[in-house]
T-cell receptor, first 116, second 110 residues
Framework: ETGVTQTPRHLVMGMTNKKSLKCEQH?????MYWYKQSAKKPLELMFV???????ENNSVPSRFSPECPNSSHLFLHLHTLQPEDSALYLC???????????????FGSGTQLSVL | SQQGEEDPQALSIQEGENATMNCSYK?????LQWYRQNSGRGLVHLIL?????REKHSGRLRVTLDTSKKSSSLLITASRAADTASYFC??????????FGKGTMLLVSP
């Protein structure tokens, strides 16, 4: 148990559906992240939130919409996805101090998403 | 990009043997970290080595860092079947977030 909980663990959706992924951390961290993991590819950083403010958006298509209502919760809202969006979506959190560069990430177990 | 690249892509060994994985990166870093991932699960942090450190140990893990060659290695001694997983290196430069490589898939057979 890493202290980062993701739901659901598995999700199958059609291209016209709207769904949301949820992430919750119980570690008192102030930064939260969404990563995408596709087969044979490096982990791709999608979004970073620091103290609820989005600090990074790595050219992610608008069909992925993040929401961070507080430092403990992170959502990824999905709509009109494509089959190539099928992947493992991982949430992570860290304690990001100002100027800190030695933070380590704590990951959830991920949501395995299949888009039909 | 300072993305790390692991080598080999896959490694198969017998229980009790040592496993060595390498990571190369392109730009200067503040630290390098190794993570482990069991199939279909999240990543778990193993060890962090700072740019001014050359070697670090944690249990059966030994990590080295050569900043002149921009490379790191992870050694797992006396491997066990439970060590079967994918191993990733991740680098941090400046104030940027961790970037990961594609990983090395390790299979340890009983």
């Amino acid at each position: 148990e890493t202290g980062v909980t993701q739901t659901p663990r598995h999700l199958v959706m059609g291209m016209t559906n709207k769904k949301s992924l949820k992430c919750e951390q119980h570690l008192g961290h102030n930064a939260m992240y969404w990563y995408k993991q596709s087969a044979k590819k490096p982990l791709e950083l999608m979004f970073v939130y620091n103290f609820k403010e989005q600090t990074e958006n790595n050219s992610v298509p608008s069909r992925f919409s993040p929401e961070c209502p507080n430092s403990s919760h992170l959502f990824l809202h999905l709509h009109t996805l494509q089959p190539e969006d099928s992947a493992l979506y991982l949430c992570a959190s860290s304690r990001r101090d100002r100027g800190a560069t030695n933070e380590k990430l704590f990951f959830g177990s991920g949501t395995q998403l299949s888009v039909l | 990009s300072q993305q790390g690249e692991e080598d080999p892509q896959a490694l198969s060994i017998q229980e009790g043997e040592n496993a060595t994985m390498n990571c190369s990166y392109k730009t200067s870093i503040n630290n390098l970290q190794w993570y482990r991932q069991n199939s279909g699960r999240g990543l778990v942090h193993l060890i962090l080595i700072r740019s001014n450190e050359r070697e670090k140990h944690s249990g059966r893990l030994r990590v080295t860092l050569d900043t002149s060659k921009k490379s790191s290695s992870l050694l797992i001694t006396a491997s066990r079947a439970a060590d079967t997983a994918s191993y990733f290196c991740a680098t941090v430069g400046g104030y940027s977030t961790l970037t990961f490589g594609k990983g090395t898939m390790l299979l340890v057979s009983p």
